[in-house]
């Protein structure tokens, strides 16, 4: 990593406690900086994302991803917008803050400081639109929240609410076509919202009272 950040790696060596000689043989390197660096923050992950922060403003960072140890906590992720239907099974399932929904837009974004390669996002996507990119980028993008995928949301056709994304929609039609319930002109309560479809419902039983007996 410090290589990678334009560092000479030997600022960072690895000895014994007890190893007098090999402390003695470190060698003699100028300070990068007279200035300290204050760490109030209580993570870990935070402190040390700050550490690699000044590093890089310290540095020549090589603006790539290099390769780390099998296991290590750093990398990212790659989304098929194709396949992916904003579920967000995968931020409901992160353990850090890596991975947000988009709010009042339906949205995927990805902050590659906070990941830590646990694979639970990738485990947890039903449509396996995830996948993991293991390594450390050298590049101040890691520290930068970006969109991995978004898309338009489906409004409700009767009162206009938004409740979904288009691709949501058109893959829960998809696969309820051949449903009973969802026959003939009921095909078109999976374009309301929750509540516009409870009120269509009640209109269809009020008109015809043996119509869910049907199913």
Known sequence: MLGALGHDRARVTLIEVAD????DALPTLTPLTETPLNLPEPEKRTRFNRVLARLAELGSPIGERVAMPLGAAY???QVDSDACTLCHACVSNC?????????????????????????????ACPENAITLMPGFLASSARETRHICH?????????????FATVSTVATIKQKLANHPYFAGEAMIRLEMCEDCRVKDVWKTMIRDPDAQLKV
């Open 95 to 123: 353990p850090t803050p890596a991975l947000k929904s988009g709010g009042k837009t339906p949205a995927l974004s990805f902050l590659e400081a906070d990941c830590v390669q646990c694979g639970l996002c990738e485990q």
């Open 150 to 162: 978004e898309e338009a949301a489906f409004e409700c056709i009767n009162c206009g609410k938004p």
């Open 75 to 77: 990398g990212a992720i």
């Open 20 to 23: 007098a000689e090999a402390r």
